[in-house]
């Protein structure tokens, strides 16, 4: 074997065997940067996505929409965006709003979505006329299997511990059946498939969801006929945002955080595709180098 | 005794809820939504039993000076505060009758500045390891893997606006394959009709192993402890 061969064969090895620190440091200049640029693509929304936007954007004034906040910090980055956007729209089609939660992380993310978006946007909205914070509840499945049948009956107060009754916009609450729509935010478990299970198919309630990318795949086999639309990952809350925007302009200013974050996602992507090229063309050429030198391959 | 009850117990209970589901009748047709609510009631107890065990496992773990036992130190701070501030409602600027997580409060505090940051950097830890596990494992070995590295592909890129971007003026007549198109069919057609199949399989998996254990052929659940 020739000085040049075991040269070509010392880097091909030592590539194989990269530090991975060295991929790290790729993929967060990858997520960073274009984070840090501030810079964004050009979106379209794709049929799943759109029958969501399109099925909210026909609710009557005064729909009632139920909004589960079935997520944590874990994927607030992916998900609160979604309900940033689905909010802004339900205001717009001047819709009741009534917030709750089947996972303990989402009780305080209630609050703080309250904070960020219904107050300081919208602080002509009242709360227990527009809005409510129905907080967090145990029992998963179970409280969701119950609410079909009598809502009051677990939750009996807020999440601030007001009496339920004394709140004007749950006078006519019976049960989930007096909803128009009900939004899951959140692909893990209890989530969006414990909704169409437990309340979408037995009370005949449209579901919509928005959750993680990972999470999307699971659920495209319940739409169109047990979900109304999906919002998956980033790319889902983008496209979300580039139909609130092209149907009410007046948020085409407005800074909207499933957007920005695209570009990022985007670089991140082809920085993969790159490492996964180039792992499989040091594959090939040492798998081809290897069965050349073998024994009655030798060259 | 000690396995005879609890497999009476799942007899009834088990049976009664199938019952229940067919006939809509009472006292059948209320069932399911009583053991609903005991459910709800079990749930809740659970999260005291949780917290109780975890509690215990890591007070054994630093009275015993196990592996890691400063670790143990930060897990029952953590418990212990979150516990105090959520209980007690520490900071709340509606005293004790406000909601929990009221902006403000110790409890919200903590969430805030402690619990997200370091939940966020857990799940983005995720991205390094995909890029890192991408280059050393995702090879084309075989037909099967690079159907599956094709796929990954197209995802990848019809997933983001740069697929839009890079087959956007491809005519009409051929806009198939577009990558955003090309990544929504493999979504919305191998991909359902995978998630399909898998999903029926659990189904009939799970009615199988639901029959075995309400007829108690299937008695691992109780555990290895004989009468």
Avoid at chain 2, 54 to 69: A, C, E, G, N, T
Wanted: proline letters at 5%; one cysteine or more.
């Amino acid at each position: 074997m020739s000085n040049g061969q075991t040269t070509s064969r010392y880097t091909i090895e030592r590539l194989q065997s990269i530090d991975r620190r060295i991929i790290f440091v790729f993929i967060a200049a990858a997520v960073i940067i274009p984070l840090l640029l501030g810079a964004s693509l050009k979106e379209e929304t794709t049929p799943i996505v759109r029958a969501l936007f399109d099925y909210v954007d026909h609710l009557p004034e005064g729909s009632r929409v139920l909004l589960s906040f079935d997520y944590g910090p874990t994927t607030a980055p992916e998900i609160q965006p979604m309900v940033d956007a689905v909010l802004r729209q339900c205001i717009e089609r001047k819709c009741k709003l009534y917030m709750m939660a089947v996972w303990a992380t989402g009780h305080n993310l209630v609050g703080q979505t309250i904070e960020e978006i219904l107050k300081s946007e919208y602080p002509q909205l009242q709360y227990g006329q527009d809005y409510v914070n129905l907080g967090y509840k145990a029992g998963s499945q179970g409280l969701i299997r119950l609410l079909v049948v009598d809502f009051k009956r677990m939750y009996s107060t807020d999440a601030a511990g007001t009496a339920i009754d004394s709140i004007p916009m749950m006078q006519n609450i019976g049960n989930l059946k007096n909803f128009d729509l009900i939004f899951s935010f959140g692909g893990g478990f209890p989530g969006i498939k414990e909704w169409i299970l437990y309340a979408g198919d037995p009370g005949h309630i449209p579901i919509g969801g928005g959750c993680t990318a990972v999470s999307a795949p699971l659920l495209y086999p319940y739409y169109p006929s047990q979900l109304v639309g999906l919002m998956g990952g980033a790319k889902g809350a983008a496209e979300y945002e580039n139909a609130l925007i092209q149907a009410y302009p007046k948020f085409s200013n407005m800074p909207m955080a499933g957007m920005s974050l695209m570009m990022s996602q985007t670089v991140s992507h082809i920085v993969i595709m790159f490492f996964v090229v180039l792992g499989n063309v040091l594959y090939f050429i040492g798998r081809n180098r290897n069965a050349s030198t073998k024994p009655g391959g030798e060259k | 005794m000690k396995r005879t009850v609890p497999l009476l117990i799942t007899l009834v209970v088990g049976a009664a809820l199938i019952i229940a589901d067919f006939v809509p009748h009472r006292p059948f047709g209320t069932l399911g939504d009583d053991f609903s609510l005991y459910f709800d009631i079990i749930a809740v107890f659970a999260f005291i039993l949780g917290g109780g065990n975890l509690v215990r496992v890591h007070i054994m773990k630093l009275s015993k000076k196990r592996k890691d036992w400063p670790f143990s130190i930060v897990t029952l701070a953590g418990f212990f505060i979150m516990l105090a501030a959520g209980l007690l409602k520490i900071g709340n600027p509606d005293d004790i009758k406000g909601d929990v997580a009221a902006l403000g409060s110790l409890f919200s505090d903590l969430y805030i500045s402690i619990f997200t940051p370091l939940q966020a950097s857990m799940f983005a830890l995720l991205a390094f390891f995909v890029g890192s596990a991408s280059y050393r494992a995702f090879r084309a070995k075989n037909k099967e893997a690079t159907i599956l590295l094709v796929s990954a592909f197209l995802i990848l890129l019809g997933r983001t606006p740069l697929g839009l971007w890079l087959t956007e003026g491809i005519p009409d007549s051929i806009s198939f394959l577009e990558l955003p198109n090309l990544a929504n069919w493999i979504l919305d057609v191998p991909n359902l009709a995978g998630q399909r199949a898998i999903m029926i399989g659990i189904a009939l998996g799970v009615i199988s192993m639901s029959l075995r254990v309400i007829l108690g052929v299937e008695r691992t659940y109780l555990g290895q402890d004989n009468d």
